[in-house]
């Protein structure tokens, strides 16, 4: 994700609502973190768990990765 975009993301967050999805690029820039250590840390139960979309798409609750964010604080 491109530097500018990944700021538009930071920036806009907070104004979604708690029921909207976010996919990985959002995830990536709201951790900081690379894709590999953002499924990494899923899978040790530090990150929530997706939602699975469709068969190609996964996607996270914006209330779930907001909770997340703030116990990891």
Known sequence: MNQKLQQEVLRNFQYLPNDSMVRLPTLMA????????ILREIKKGNIPFPIKLTARTTAWKVDDV???LRRSR
Request: charged share 20%; no cysteine; aromatic share 10%.
């Open 30 to 37: 709201l951790y900081g973190l690379s894709k590999s250590t």
């Open 66 to 68: 907001r909770q997340n």
